[in-house]
């Protein structure tokens, strides 16, 4: 059996960007946009959580770490059928289908990257903090500029791994009929019929070159925030 | 400057602390030994409330710790601390080390703090140090830093946990020559050490503590010619042994 990736070749312009500049924007270029959307704000959604998880006042420890618990045992897949069903019945209005989908993942990996943000705060030797405190530096100078630079660089790897799984459970969002990468991809398919390994394979391949990018990239950074080697 | 009247802390059932009563006056240096787990890291930390107490009264630069309107940080901001580890910022430079405190608490600009900054590295003898970070530096080149970062605050009062332990023997010189010119410029200075050199040499005091209690105060000369009780004749003999 041959592979014949005229397919894809056929239809390359659709794969990656949809049926924009005359319809909406999908395939590749909407993937890309989830993900990195949905990176940015799960970051500082992370952090947040992170930080309001380890706070002093056990009021406010106690109900982040039940969001986070909460969030962490529900599928991926519920969290975006809850955002689309609940959302509009809530809010009275129907939000973009991709906007869904980016706040669905969102709350779901700002969870996750809460735990990696208090395992890295907590991972940082407490005669940091004592060291800071007693120069006179409040709780507040001493997280900004002395914990979480260090902690931050800390978590890179684990961020990464996040961000990583972020990239794929974008594919997910084809279930409310976002058109990103998958979506399109189902949709060649079930035109052409005949090609799904090559049209497969091929959405394989750009997930792969997007994490494998992705890790590259920060193996870099890390690399170039190594003070603790630097000579 | 730091007055202890009936001090007692407790870590759970642990009692760390159990009615220490001292008196360090401006301009002095106290040294504080005892064995190993005899309470000397808590009773020096709750000078800067790093250990709160449990019971007792604890003033320091007539401010009273037991006074929970106690401004705690600006007390820290009064009160240098050295630690046996060091605890230099590891993604700072020895400069930005010294600086980050004055800049963010005493609101200098950031062309002052260098200035002192740069002046204080001079003077524990590390001026071309400035740029390094601590992983570039040995051992007692970072505690030096530690001290100048401490001064950077121009504290009243400077602290020194067993500053001098974490070191290879060839820093520990360095590191007290430091602490030797800090005391003869009239700091007033409290040091948990087992360096008794450094406590008949420049101490007005030395302390001898065991299961949290001061058992002997006393003048260096005194203290070491004289010791009366039996656990602190032992100690002197272990520490001051040829071995040590
Ligand atoms: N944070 C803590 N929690 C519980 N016990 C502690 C804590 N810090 C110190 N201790 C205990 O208190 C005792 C005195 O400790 P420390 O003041 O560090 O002694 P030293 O500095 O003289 O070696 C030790 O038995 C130690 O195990
Ligand atoms: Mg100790």
Redesign the pocket.
């Known amino acids: 059996m041959g592979l014949d990736f005229h397919v894809i070749w056929d239809n390359l312009t659709y794969f990656f960007i949809g049926r924009y500049p005359h319809g909406p924007l999908g395939g590749v270029a909407l993937t890309f946009y989830l993900a990195v959307v949905s990176c940015i704000l799960s970051f500082f959604g992370g952090m947040f959580l992170g930080l309001l998880a380890i706070s002093r006042n056990r009021v406010i420890r106690y109900a982040s770490e039940a969001v986070i618990q909460i969030v962490r045992g529900m599928p991926l897949l519920m969290v975006i059928f809850w955002m689309y069903f609940l959302y509009p019945a809530l809010m009275g209005r129907a939000m973009p289908e991709s906007q869904t989908v980016i706040l669905a993942l969102t709350f779901f990996t700002s969870a996750y990257m809460s735990q990696i943000v208090k395992a890295g705060i907590e991972g940082i030797p407490k005669g940091q903090t004592e060291a800071a405190i007693s120069t006179g530096l409040t709780h507040r100078h001493t997280m900004i500029y002395v914990i979480l630079p260090q902690a931050l660089r800390n978590m890179i790897p684990s961020f990464v791994n996040q961000f990583v799984s972020l990239i794929k459970d974008t594919s997910l969002a084809f279930i409310v009929g976002v058109s990103e990468l998958t979506h399109v991809a189902t949709q060649i398919n079930n035109r052409s019929l005949i090609y799904p390994t090559e049209i497969f394979l091929f959405i394989a391949v750009v997930y792969f070159i997007f994490c494998y990018a992705f890790t590259t990239l920060s193996r870099w950074l890390e690399k170039r925030l190594a003070w603790a080697k630097a000579i | 400057m730091i007055r202890f009247e009936g001090v007692h802390k407790f ?2 059932k ?1 009692h ?1 602390l159990n009615n220490v009563n001292l008196h360090v006056k401006k301009g002095e240096v106290v040294v504080v030994c ?12 709750t000078i800067n409330q790093l ?1 709160p107490i449990n019971e007792g009264k604890l003033i320091v630069d007539g401010m009273d710790l037991s006074d929970p309107k106690v401004n705690i940080n600006k007390l820290r901001a009064e009160v240098g601390f050295v630690f046996q580890q060091f605890n230099l910022y590891p993604h700072l430079t020895a400069l930005k080390n010294i600086t980050l405190a004055p800049i963010k608490i005493r609101g200098a600009t950031k062309r002052e703090a260098e200035e002192q900054a740069v002046a204080l590295l001079t003077r524990v003898g590390l001026a071309e140090k400035k740029d390094a970070h601590p992983s570039q530096l040995s051992g007692g080149q970072q505690q030096r830093v530690a001290i100048a970062r401490a001064l950077a605050m121009k504290p009243k009062i400077m602290l020194f ?2 500053p001098t332990s974490a070191l290879d023997p060839e820093m520990i010189g360095e590191v007290l020559d430091v602490m030797k010119d800090l005391a003869q410029s009239g700091m007033t200075m409290m040091v ?1 050490t087992h360096e008794m050199g450094f406590a008949r040499e420049v101490s007005h005091r030395v302390c001898f ?1 065991d299961f ?1 209690t001061i058992l002997e105060e006393a003048e260096p000369a005194e203290f070491f010619k004289n010791p009366k009780h039996e656990r602190l004749k032992q100690f002197l003999k272990q520490v001051l042994s040829p071995m040590h």
């Open positions: 870590f759970g642990l760390v005892g064995p190993s787990g005899s309470g000397k890291s808590t009773l020096i930390r250990e946990d067993e948990v503590i949290g």
